[in-house]
């Protein structure tokens, strides 16, 4: 099955800064999903996206999907503390009805 | 609506002893997941079902046994438990569609230690 990678592993953030976590597959995907942790809690859905260079946007949350659907981004401006958590990326082979998860993403936001 | 429910959201178990673990949605949906959480290493899938009666070995599968009698439940149980098991095990759901899946719901985790 697909492996998924993403970097970083730790970002440590001013508030007000912008970042960008990547997340990176072995193979093509049919979509990708992003996923949010908050400490001590569990996952919660952000967004998917299905089509190739596909670019979506939450408030000061952009999600990117790569042209040949391998690789995707999440882009935060302006960071806040409640952004402090950690984003999954996850991705989905052709029609299995699973996903595969990177090791995620930890945000420290510093005020 | 509860969503969905685990339980236990812990517990503490010795070298050997056996357990199962209960997951519950209320959302009618068709698939049901179980992932274990450990440090650095994201979410690991361990069994899933795409419909009541049928199960489906996952990335980490070993040690693990499930069960989906009835489609809002999906029961992981433990038969001997090691060390190695120690984690957070999460249950998730997600509705049909047709040719891929839409997004996972998750329940609060159940946070195992095996000593």
């Known amino acids: 099955g697909q492996q998924v990678m993403q970097i970083p592993q730790y970002q440590h953030v001013q508030e007000g800064e912008d970042f960008t976590t990547y997340c990176n597959s072995s193979t093509t995907l049919s979509n990708i999903q992003w996923y949010k942790q908050r400490p001590g809690g569990h996952p919660v859905f952000l967004i998917q996206l299905v089509k190739s260079g596909e670019v979506k946007k939450q408030k000061r949350l952009t999600f990117q999907f790569g042209e040949a659907k391998k690789n995707s981004s999440l882009h935060i401006t302006a960071t806040q503390t409640t952004d402090v958590g950690t984003y999954f990326c996850a991705g989905e082979g052709s029609n299995d009805y699973k996903l595969s998860f990177g090791a995620g993403t930890t945000v420290t936001v510093r005020a | 609506n509860a969503g969905v429910t685990q339980t236990p959201k812990f517990r503490v178990l010795k070298t050997g002893q056996s357990m199962t673990l209960l997951c519950a949605q209320d959302?009618?949906?068709?698939?049901m997941y179980w992932y274990r959480q450990d440090p650095g290493m994201g979410l690991r899938l361990i069994h899933y079902s795409v419909g009541e009666g049928t199960t489906a070995k996952g990335e980490v599968p070993d040690g693990y046994n499930v069960s989906r009698l009835k489609k809002q439940n999906f029961l992981l149980g433990l038969e001997s438990a090691a060390p190695s098991q120690t984690s957070v095990y999460f249950c998730?759901?997600?509705?049909?569609?047709?040719?891929?899946?839409?997004?996972?719901?998750f329940g609060p985790g159940t946070r195992l230690t095996v000593t």
């Open positions: 959302m009618n949906h068709e698939y």
């Open positions: 998730a759901s997600s509705p049909f569609r047709a040719g891929g899946s839409y997004e996972q719901y």
